[in-house]
């Protein structure tokens, strides 16, 4: 089950704007992973973090694995109508140990 | 490239029916991921297998429930009998090796009446 703190649960902003999101736990991770999901469709990967401290950037994406290994956030710059979705983190120890966050629902207003 | 292809998309089932859903990793992929998706509990990962062999069914809800990996290629997730209990989204997910990135197919949606 959910075992991460995922915050917020939902976004409502207007295109242009950046977005940040971030999942926290008590627990340490390996690694964090930042999926996107739309409806009617599966979780589709967005970006993996493999190592503390790590700064990922895809497209307009940025992601961090935190320090602590605890946390990690997604950043979205200058989103556009079709950010819209609900993004997951993962936080994975090992893999039969791999926690979902409950999701942040974004929606992006034209 | 195709990713990992799931069937039925949709579907929908009468109360102690046998469901039995499809999954296709991707090429290459030595890992398979069955995950289930409800309002209530979110994704929870069911069963994994590597190279073929299943190796975590602790996430398997019930006896009811059973998967297989015949070979490197397919696998199917069955449910026998059914309940309405089991409505949900099921996902299969493929990675490179155990721990690697999952990769996750478009799911199959399904409703027991």
């Known amino acids: 089950g959910q075992q991460l703190n995922q915050s917020p649960q939902s976004m409502f902003i207007q295109e242009g704007e950046d977005v940040s999101m971030n999942c926290t736990s008590s627990?340490?991770?390996?690694?964090w992973l930042w999926y996107k999901q739309d409806p009617g469709e599966g979780p589709v990967l967005l970006i993996a973090?493999?190592?503390?401290?790590e700064l990922t950037s895809n497209g307009r994406l940025t992601a961090q694995f935190g320090i602590t290994r605890k946390d990690s956030f997604l950043n979205i710059s200058a989103s556009i109508p079709s950010d819209v979705g609900i993004y997951f983190c993962?936080?994975?120890?090992?893999?039969?140990?791999?926690?979902f966050g409950a999701g942040t629902r974004l929606t992006v207003k034209p | 490239d195709a990713g990992v292809i799931q069937s039925p998309r949709h579907e929908v089932t009468e109360m102690g029916q046998e469901v039995t859903l499809r999954c296709k990793p991707i090429?290459?992929?030595?890992?398979l991921f069955w995950y289930r998706q409800t309002m209530m509990r979110g994704l929870e990962l069911l069963i994994y297998?590597?190279?073929?062999?299943?190796?975590?069914d602790s996430g398997m809800p019930e006896d009811r429930f059973s998967a297989k990996m015949p070979n490197a290629s397919f696998s199917t997730l069955k449910i026998q009998p059914s309940e309405p209990r089991d409505s949900a989204v099921y996902f299969c997910?493929?990675?490179?090796?155990?721990?690697?990135?999952?990769?996750f197919g478009p799911g199959t949606r399904l409703l027991v009446l």
């Open positions: 090429s290459g992929h030595n890992s």
């Open positions: 993962a936080g994975q120890k090992k893999v039969e140990d791999m926690r």
């Open positions: 973090l493999y190592k503390a401290g």
């Open positions: 297998f590597n190279n073929n062999v299943p190796i975590d």
């Open positions: 627990s340490i991770f390996n690694t």
């Open positions: 997910a493929s990675s490179f090796n155990l721990g690697g990135a999952q990769y």
